[in-house]
Each structure stands twice: as structure tokens, then as C-alpha cells.
């Protein structure tokens, strides 16, 4: 199998997985609002917090069920890897406009009183089209490179391993806290000076770029940790 014939396989999966989706958010996320508007003046739904909860599990369980498949008929570990940021890259840049495209049909006179809305993206692209994509297309990949992280590092790492590392995880914010409290106002307005930083804010608003940049380290630290725990991955064999 090579490159093409793996990746090939891997987005017509993710395209019909993505086809179910929409399917599903039609009838949960569309539908059943509509319905809901017997009983409301007006009825908003969010689309983009289901998407990103989607990519991220469908790189999450992608990256382990095709991981046998890839070995058995001859591809790297790099090349796996590789299948599979592609794959999401493109589903990304597929789905985001997807979304877009069904945000400005449902934004406009389509249905009175009902509204897809994509308030995070708003506040910073501030409705135009091509700047909302591009945020939207790198929240996508920030989701799907944490299931990318999650799922090679659930299928390598096992045991008390695993638990410490969850654990250490779940520390994080704790000894954030305990740093800022420490370190008394001083320390709480620098961390709090870097946070605005890194998401955009200033006085006047919130400016794009910086959040772009923040999303785009977060993307490739995730990315450089999948790539170093799926460099000596194994097939992992169930004893009978």
C-alpha cells in the first residue's frame, strides 16, 4: 500500500463520517430547534462546538483502528502518521466550510426566528467569510490533532504509566493556581497579561492574529508529541 492508497482510504472515511454527522446535527442541531420554535419567539443553535467535539474523536479512534490495517500492508510509522494529519487536514478545510456554508444559509430570511450561530469565531472574524474559515479550519486541526494525541498515546502508554500521566495532566491548573496565588498581584496580572496576549485581547478588542499563532503551536506540539510516542508504536497482541 502506499501513500496515496492510504490516504485515499482514510478521508472517504472520514467524508462519510462527516456525511453521518451532518446528518445527525440536522436532526438534533436543526430539526428538533425548529420544533422548538411552537413553543419560543426565536431558537439559536451553535455549530461549531459539536464539529470540534467530532474531530477530535474521530482522530482520536481513526488513529487507532487504521494503525493495524497501515503496518500489515507495509507503511512506515512516519508515513501512518503523515496519512493521518493529511487526512484530518483535509477534513478540516472540508468541514469548516461545510459549516460556514450552512451558517450563512440558516443567517439569512431561510427560516424566521431560528439562526446557526458561531459566536467564537465572530468576535474575532467579525463576519468576514474568509477570515471566519481560516479560524475555523485551525480550531478544527487543534481538535484533531488532540485525538490524534489521545489516540496514540491511549493505544502506547499503558498501566501506571498512563495514570500518572493523566494525573500530572490534571495538576496542571492546581499549580497554576498555587503559582498565582504565590506569587501574589504581581504574578496574577503577568499571567493574566500573557493569557490576553495569547487569545487577542486588547483594549479595543479582540485582533485575530494572535490567536491564530497560539492555535498554530498548540497544533504542532501535539503533532511533534504524536509523531515521537507513533515512532516505536506496536501491534499490540491479545493473549488468549
Known amino acids: 500500500m502506499k501513500f496515496k492508497t492510504a490516504l485515499r482510504y482514510r478521508v472517504i472515511y472520514q467524508v462519510r463520517s462527516l456525511a453521518i454527522y451532518f ?8 430539526l428538533f430547534p425548529l420544533i422548538g420554535l411552537l413553543f419560543s419567539n426565536d431558537v439559536n443553535t451553535d455549530a461549531v462546538i459539536p464539529c470540534l467535539v467530532f474531530m477530535g474523536i ?14 500489515q500492508n507495509g507503511l512506515s510509522r512516519w508515513t501512518i502518521f503523515l496519512v493521518n494529519f493529511v487526512s484530518n487536514a483535509i477534513l478540516s478545510l472540508v468541514g469548516s ?17 431560528f439562526q446557526l450561530s458561531m459566536k467564537l469565531i465572530d468576535v474575532y472574524a467579525q463576519g468576514n467569510f474568509f477570515m471566519s474559515w481560516l479560524l475555523f479550519f485551525i480550531l478544527l486541526m487543534l481538535s484533531g490533532s488532540l485525538g490524534l494525541l489521545a489516540g496514540v498515546f491511549n493505544d502506547r502508554i499503558d498501566g501506571v504509566k498512563k495514570l500518572i500521566v493523566l494525573l500530572l495532566l490534571l495538576m496542571i491548573p492546581i499549580l497554576l493556581g498555587t503559582i498565582a496565588q504565590l506569587g501574589g498581584t504581581p504574578m496574577r496580572l503577568r499571567m493574566l497579561h500573557v493569557l490576553q496576549a495569547m487569545v487577542g485581547y486588547q483594549s479595543t478588542g479582540f485582533t485575530v492574529l494572535p490567536l491564530l499563532l497560539t492555535i498554530s503551536c498548540f497544533v504542532g506540539i501535539n503533532l511533534g508529541l504524536a509523531y515521537l510516542l507513533n515512532k516505536h508504536r506496536e501491534i499490540k497482541r491479545v493473549n488468549a
Not at 446528518?23 to 436543526?30: M, N, R, T, W
Not at 481513526?62 to 497501515?70: A, I, P, Q, R, V
Request: aromatic share 24%.
Open 23 to 30: 446528518g445527525f446535527y440536522a436532526l438534533f442541531g436543526i
Open 97 to 113: 466550510l461545510a459549516v460556514l456554508v450552512l451558517i450563512k444559509v440558516f443567517s439569512g430570511n431561510f427560516i424566521s426566528h
Open 58 to 71: 474521530l482522530s482520536f479512534f481513526g488513529m487507532n483502528t487504521d494503525f493495524k490495517l497501515f503496518i
